[in-house]
């Protein structure tokens, strides 16, 4: 079975520029979410799906972060304009449900770096 | 306040010694989850155990083995008999079921396992 599938792996920007990153959860996975993991931090939620529903996004800075999830399958998290303070490494998980009761599954992540 | 504590940023053990890392949580529920994550190099962090707040008995599984005590509130990890492949970044998490569906993620603990 395939994991959580996420692109681009690394992604290098200048500041202001919009950036985009995609991912693919594991087949019959309702539960999406998105994370920020900043260098020696743990993960931080950005925004949670359910289906197509965004159902948690009280973390996601919503005035440059947008994410949607059309269909209840793909996942896209953009940032425009991005910041200097917006480097980190962009994690994507699926779950069958509710992450306490369901494992969750995380992709590789995405590396932004912005110079 | 929700919180994870792992207060060991970093640790280097000379293969095959005993190595324990510490967890140290905050909750006010009564029901709540606790995770451990491995991350390795690639990025993608791997589920290595989820137990609920009713369940004190620890687990066993192969060279890791976790000790939970509510009396504490910990939940820390040992592994027996390292090996270099256990060289990672380890997270322990927390999953309360009355809140949102949101975990909260420690700092993790960076393991080198020296040859």
């Known amino acids: 079975e395939a994991g959580v599938v996420q692109s681009p792996r690394y992604k290098i920007i200048e500041k202001k520029q919009p950036v985009a990153f995609w991912c693919n959860p594991i ?19 950005l925004i949670r799906y359910e289906n197509e529903e965004a159902v948690d996004d009280s973390q996601l800075p919503k005035d440059r972060f947008s994410a949607e999830r059309l269909k209840g399958v793909d996942s896209t998290l953009k940032i425009q304009p ?16 509710l992450a ?5 599954y995380f992709g590789p992540g995405t590396r932004l770096t912005v110079t | 306040a929700q919180k994870v504590t792992q207060a060991q940023t970093e640790i280097s053990v000379v293969e095959k010694e005993d190595v324990t890392l ?19 190099p690639s990025g993608e962090l791997v589920f290595l155990i989820r137990r609920n707040s009713f369940d004190e008995q620890n687990e066993i599984s192969g060279r890791y083995s976790w000790n ?39 700092k993790g603990t960076r393991l080198h396992i020296l040859p």
Do not use: M
């Not at chain 1, 917006?86 to 699926?94: K, P």
């Not at chain 2, 009396?71 to 009355?98: G, H, K």
């Open chain 1, 27 to 45: 087949s019959g996975h309702n539960t999406l979410y998105w994370y920020r993991q900043n260098l020696g931090q743990g993960p931080e939620l």
């Open chain 1, 82 to 97: 991005a910041e200097l303070g917006d480097s980190a490494v962009y994690l994507c998980a699926s779950s069958l449900g």
């Open chain 1, 100 to 104: 306490g009761t369901y494992e969750q």
């Open chain 2, 22 to 40: 510490d967890c140290v949580y905050e909750t006010r529920d009564t029901t709540y989850y606790l995770f451990w994550y491995k991350q390795p």
């Open chain 2, 68 to 106: 939970f005590q509510k009396s504490t509130s910990s939940f820390n990890f040992t592994i027996t008999a390292s090996q270099v492949v256990d060289s990672a970044v380890y997270f322990c998490a927390l999953f309360s079921l009355n809140r949102d569906d949101k975990i909260i993620f420690g």
